[in-house]
């Protein structure tokens, strides 16, 4: 009997080794009854032959024999019940087992998404809209815009489908703001219709941006994050591609999406700024069988109405509509005016004589021609203004466009800074041909370049890169909220690169030749064969990071300078082709 209940007993040591005592109460619960019964059975058998008083009395036969037969039965009892408990234990084990596989099952398939999503976004390389969403919030004057989502065109185009609406406009007239103005709407009003939004931004300042490619890998990224059978078509393309070292052509991307939009109901995706892409013919001409399929799509595009555009907009489900400058002058007079409130609140406009603010509105709004960055650039120029006869002499001659705008400020620039001419060109070329958004401690680096010398001075570069903005004269300025710096908008470099500049004052400052490329790469190249560089490369983290701290442009330097050489081989100089040579020779 003895023997029984110790095979019974080493049955629950192995069990208890094995018990996730954390996780399972009820196998707890089993155990802790199977020993309280082995232990009553031994307290019982300590009772019958441990006491000396139960020993004498166990003398008689008849006494003996009836005892024996007593504890006989306690312990047939107690091997029933802990065979019953061993069952019970057993079977809690296996339940405990099951849940705890199906834990670990459950994490080990939770894990390998979570990478493969990882691995899935890496591969669509999406661009980040959601920050330029971000800028565009923080520059729109609430209220302005709301007049074009009341009008009965739009709200047509949101009740069809497979629809679309172009929004065109000169520069400078709020095009993108009116597309962030959509997309705020479309969340506002569809966000419980099983509607599915998503939206792209093609960014002059972001090279990365602006091709036919990314407009749809981004679109499909932002499908994923809202469908999850879209992720699963899009994880299929991913797969087919994944390790193969093979580009997806575009058409395939389309159709992808193509395929994704059939398992929506109603999708809407807005598109800005497409005279911004670098190939808005393949894109327009990817985008237009989207709109030939029952897919429940609507799309929103917006741009300038160039030739290259809208020879592609002659379709009978695009409907076409113009941002001219009466439709939205309201929103002109409530951007002046928020302007100048917050200008004189922060004590940047200055007015001795408060009935000249509402000459400067009168002014502004009649000469706007629906162009806020005519306005922009107009509050910029009067805001330095330091007497009311000098703003008053200001009004009486405004520029007359945006060109004009910008050649005055160019002057005025080279009359304030006639040293610094050679910097303000290099500042210029450089925000125009950057291959990537520049920190403002890299564009002050700039600043260190001799063109005439091909070096670096050092001492030339500003204790303080928040100074360089003292250049800006409107033009450039601190972009979204990543520190960067760019230009202020669009019509910015397209001035920057037209011919137009070539017959004003301001004709060095033309970036649209081979001969401002050059420059941006002898920049790079001059500073990676700097003296002080010389010592060859770092050896720990720390001295990898002191030197990226004491030369910021260095790190743009060595990884751009061959994407700048490739724009330009045609038009290397032998000059610096030999030191190209050397560097990597010597």
């Not at 099952?105 to 939770?110: A, C, G």
């Amino acid at each position: 009997m003895l023997q029984d209940l110790s095979i019974q007993f080493d049955r629950f040591a192995v069990h208890a080794q094995l018990y996730p005592s954390k996780s399972h109460p009820r196998f707890h619960g089993s155990l802790v009854r199977a020993y309280s019964t082995f232990l009553d059975v031994s307290l019982e058998a300590k009772k019958l032959f441990g006491d000396k008083s139960a020993k004498k009395g166990l003398t008689g036969g008849f006494a003996q024999k009836s005892s024996r037969k007593l504890l006989k039965q306690g312990f047939l009892d107690a091997k029933t019940k802990l065979e019953h408990l061993v069952n019970e234990v057993t079977q809690e084990y296996d339940i405990a087992e099951k849940i705890e596989s199906s834990v670990f099952r459950t994490e080990v398939r939770t894990k390998i998404k979570r990478d493969m999503n990882r691995e899935l976004f890496k591969w669509l390389d999406e661009v980040d809209v959601k920050t330029r969403l971000d800028y565009l919030a923080s520059v729109h004057e609430p209220g302005t815009g709301s007049w074009l989502v009341q009008e009965d065109f739009f709200r047509s185009w949101t009740q069809k489908t497979n629809a679309a609406l172009w929004l065109h406009a000169k520069p400078g007239a709020g095009k993108s703001v009116m597309a962030y103005t959509v997309i705020q709407h479309l969340r506002q009003t569809h966000h419980t219709t099983n509607s599915t939004i998503m939206y792209y931004f093609c960014d002059y300042k972001n090279i990365k941006s602006q091709s036919a490619r990314k407009v749809f890998q981004t679109i499909l990224a932002n499908l994923c994050q809202q469908c999850l059978e879209a992720q699963e078509i899009v994880e299929s393309l991913f797969q087919r591609y994944r390790g193969r070292n093979l580009v997806c052509p575009v058409g395939t991307l389309r159709d992808t999406l193509r395929s994704c939009l059939l398992r929506l109901p109603k999708s809407f995706i807005v598109i800005d700024a497409l005279d911004e892409c670098s190939e808005p013919e393949e894109l327009l001409e990817k985008l237009q069988p989207l709109l030939d399929g029952q897919l429940g799509l609507n799309l929103f595009l917006t741009s300038r109405k160039l030739d290259n555009i809208s020879s592609y907009m002659n379709h009978p489900r695009i409907q076409q509509c113009s941002l001219a400058a009466e439709s939205h002058s309201k929103d002109i007079s409530c951007y002046v005016k928020a302007q100048l409130d917050n200008r004189l609140r922060k004590n940047k406009e200055k007015l001795w004589d408060q009935k000249l603010r509402v000459q400067i509105e009168e002014e502004l709004c009649s000469k706007a021609d629906g162009m806020f960055q005519w306005v922009n650039c107009q509050i910029d120029a009067l805001s330095k203004c330091i007497s009311d006869k000098q703003i008053l002499a200001k009004l009486k001659t405004l520029p007359a466009s945006l060109d004009e705008t910008y050649v005055r400020a160019l002057e005025g620039l080279c009359r304030e800074f006639p040293d610094e001419r050679p910097s303000l060109r290099c500042f210029f070329f450089w925000l125009v041909h950057a291959l990537r958004p520049l920190k403002i401690s890299e564009l002050s680096c700039t600043m260190a370049f001799d063109a005439e010398t091909k070096r670096h001075d050092f001492h030339a570069v500003p204790a303080d890169p928040g100074d360089v903005l003292q250049y800006s004269a409107g033009l450039f300025g601190l972009t979204d909220t990543d520190g960067t710096v760019g230009l202020c908008h669009y019509s910015v470099k397209e001035f920057l690169t037209s011919e137009k500049i070539k017959a004003t004052s301001v004709s060095d400052f033309f970036a649209g030749d081979a001969k401002s490329q050059l420059q941006v790469l002898d920049t790079c190249f001059s500073l990676l064969c700097e003296e002080e560089l010389s010592t060859g490369q770092c050896w720990t983290i720390k001295a990898l990071r002191l030197r990226k701290e004491d030369y910021p442009l260095l790190e743009y330097a060595a990884y751009h300078w061959l994407g700048h050489y490739k724009l330009v081989e045609e038009n290397i100089n032998s000059d610096l082709e030999q030191r190209i040579l050397a560097f990597f020779t010597e």
